[in-house]
Antibody, heavy 117, light 106 residues
Framework: QVQLQESGPGLVKPSETLSLTCTVS?????????WAWVRRPPGKGLEWIGS???????YYNPSLKSRVTISIDTSKNQFSLQLSSVTAADTAVYYC??????????WGRGTRVTVSS | SYDLTQPPSVSVAPGQTARITCGGN??????VHWYQHKPGQAPVLVVY???DRPSGIPERFSGSNSGDTATLTINRVAAGDEADYYC?????????FGGGTKLTVL
């Protein structure tokens, strides 16, 4: 059974870059599927950030596209999120997930990131 | 952008039926997926492609989709079903979520 675990700093300063990593176990990233990031700001609903195929194809939320980079490290069975020029509006719980058929069939438990000086 | 509209909250007594709607322009032409999200836990896919259930999801959970409205139906609601529920579609090369519905079991 695939398992996903997010990790990264819980506090990021405004204007800096948020960096998170998702470690996948129970499934090899290079075997297929897209690998996605989703976030949930406090008091709000889920927001799709983007996803990446192991061979490099990516889809990004148009509203975040200019600031988002998703990358994959198949040797570590990990994928990562970088979100640049963060503001308080980027404060959220960030989730990684496995995407297939344009749906998310397995998720991590999430990691809370606060943007504050 | 494509907007999905969900009621902020739905309340139902134990044993009754809960219906959570997801409105969108011609949503009946899209595949709709539903997620259950409990505090502090990973979201769980409960219905996909309008009306299919992943393995391990009780038959009490079902879905339908037609016209401008998709619906998640939960029969014989139990206390453990209390959670936020989100609909999701794929549009313009990105996932889109509804605003979420908080299901309260009275």
């Amino acid at each position: 059974q695939v398992q996903l675990q997010e990790s990264g700093p819980g506090l990021v300063k405004p204007s800096e870059t948020l960096s998170l990593t998702c470690t996948v176990s129970g499934y090899s990233i290079s075997s297929g599927y897209y690998w996605a990031w989703v976030r949930r700001p406090p008091g709000k609903g889920l927001e799709w950030i983007g996803s990446m195929f192991h061979t490099g194809g990516t889809y990004y939320n148009p509203s975040l596209k200019s600031r988002v980079t998703i990358s994959i490290d198949t040797s570590k069975n990990q994928f990562s999120l970088q979100l640049s020029s963060v503001t308080a509006a980027d404060t959220a719980v960030y989730y990684c997930a496995r995407e297939g058929g344009n749906l998310l069939d397995s998720w991590g438990r999430g990691t809370r990131v606060t943007v504050s000086s | 952008s494509y907007d999905l509209t969900q009621p902020p909250s739905v309340s139902v007594a134990p044993g009754q039926t809960a219906r959570i709607t997801c409105g969108g322009n011609d949503i009946g032409t899209k595949n709709v997926h539903w997620y259950q999200h409990k505090p502090g836990q990973a979201p769980v896919l409960v219905v996909y492609d309008d009306s299919d259930r992943p393995s391990g999801i009780p038959e009490r959970f079902s879905g339908s989709n037609s016209g401008d409205t998709a619906t998640l139906t939960i029969n014989r609601v139990a206390a453990g079903d209390e959670a936020d529920y989100y609909c999701q579609v794929w549009e313009s090369y990105s996932g889109v979520f509804g605003g979420g519905t908080k299901l309260t079991v009275l």
